[in-house]
């Protein structure tokens, strides 16, 4: 025989006389040519057929009532896993939606909060280029305070600690912003209008699931900048921002 299998022992049933009968019976099926030529090897083969279906008709009723047991059993204990959790499961309904808010609530007061610390980081250096540019006036010379003014104002960017206390065994899932275009024909009116940069319509891709809402690298990190300073999800013609751990789309 070519094939092993590896059985299973269950206490409860005796199995000897039936695992013997498997065997021989596939030594017998065996022995059968591949391509029977005459009525004899025809009736040795339908022997075999109808002896195969009384065994397995014999394992059937000798495991069927343990069978049957175990399901009850195990039927039984899922019956009663479902009714331990239903009040815990209660709690997490009651409780999660207030740890959510209050999630939501403390990262938008950190996002204004560095919003604030940004913009009043941002004054400091344009009182320093000022400063710098008046001196610059003050001593003769009108072209270095222009070039001192004409540069761009950079100011280190600003990023505050977590907006809620770590809590050892719970998870926190802070916003992902991301941008979702669902006007692409405003995007592109922008870009030829000069509105909005070509980087904008660069790299444009359908976002998975959502039929006619595109996404990009651009657009989402226009939605990570912006949603630092401002509460509307609308960051661009035809875009708005998104959570992606809300999903919300």
């Not at 209660?90 to 909060?113: G, M, Q, S």
């Not at 000022?130 to 600003?158: K, N």
């Not at 979702?180 to 209008?193: C, G, K, T």
Request: net charge negative; charged share 30%; hydrophobic share 45%.
């Amino acid at each position: 025989m070519n094939q092993q299998v590896e059985l299973i022992r269950v206490p409860e049933v005796e199995t000897a006389d039936l695992e013997w009968a498997g065997l021989d019976i596939v030594t017998k099926a065996e022995e059968v040519p591949a391509v029977i030529l005459d009525d004899q090897t025809y009736e040795a083969c339908a022997k075999v057929i109808i002896e195969a279906k009384v065994i397995v008709k014999k394992i059937a009723e000798r495991i069927g009532p343990e069978k049957q047991r175990r399901h009850e059993a195990h039927r039984m204990v899922c019956d009663l896993e479902t009714a331990l959790n239903a009040f815990p499961k209660r709690a997490l309904e009651i409780a999660e939606p207030k740890r959510l808010v209050y999630e939501k609530e403390a990262e938008r007061k950190r996002l204004e909060r560095e919003a604030e610390l940004m913009a009043e980081a941002k004054r400091k250096e344009e009182d320093k280029v000022l400063a710098e540019a008046q001196y610059l006036q003050e001593m003769g010379e009108p072209e270095a305070a222009e070039q001192v003014l004409s540069q761009p104002i950079e100011s280190p960017p600003v990023i505050l600690g977590p907006a809620v206390p770590k809590v050892k065994g719970l998870r926190v899932t802070m916003p992902v912003w991301a941008g979702q275009i669902f006007d692409l024909m405003a995007v592109v009116q922008a870009v030829a209008s000069k509105a909005l940069p070509l980087a904008a319509i660069l790299g444009i891709e359908p976002l998975d699931g959502h039929r006619g809402i595109y996404q990009s690298q651009f657009w989402n990190q226009q939605a990570k900048n912006l949603m630092r300073t401002q509460e509307s999800y609308e960051i661009g013609p035809g875009v708005k921002a998104y959570d992606k751990n809300d999903m919300a789309v």
